[in-house]
């Protein structure tokens, strides 16, 4: 069974290796566009984030903040891991760093945030800049009354 297991890994890994190396060699071919050169390290977070590989995760996405320069979306979706994994304090500090961004994405992010840290009331404030309503906002709508023990109402 250890040997199933470990022919598995190593795939896996052989799989991760030729997608890191033609994505380096790619990056190395175009110059050096910082632009594209975030978008890849995004990619990648993504796609670690979905196999479960949160460390390569992190570092990814690491780097893709690094070369955007801290834009916003690259920040909300690096919260949005740090959520994941239990991070909110992390996750809390991406986001307030953030300036003026008024986006449902990044507003949506910040309510689950103050959600997991028990900051219902800045979750209220946040999910109440959002317009319209949307699957997301009910569920964390739903999610902050059950935090506060008002399940009649969630």
Do not use: W
């Amino acid at each position: 069974m250890n040997s199933k297991k470990t022919f598995s890994a190593r795939i896996a890994n052989l799989k991760l290796a030729t997608l890191v190396s033609t994505s380096s060699l790619l990056s190395a071919c175009g110059g050096g566009d910082d632009e594209q050169d975030y978008k890849m390290h995004l990619d990648r977070a993504h796609a670690y984030q979905e196999q479960g590989q949160f460390n390569a995760a992190l570092i990814e996405y690491r780097n893709a903040a690094q070369k955007s320069g801290g834009k916003p979306e690259v920040m909300v979706e690096f919260a949005d891991l740090m959520n994941e994994l239990g991070q909110s304090n992390s996750a809390r500090g991406f986001l307030e760093a953030i300036e003026g961004d008024s986006s449902e994405q990044y507003l949506l992010e910040l309510a689950e945030t103050y959600i997991a840290l028990g900051k219902h009331t800045s979750a209220e404030d946040a999910l109440a800049k959002l317009t319209g309503t949307t699957r997301e906002k009910q569920l964390l709508k739903g999610l902050l009354l059950t935090k506060e023990a008002k399940l009649d109402q969630a």
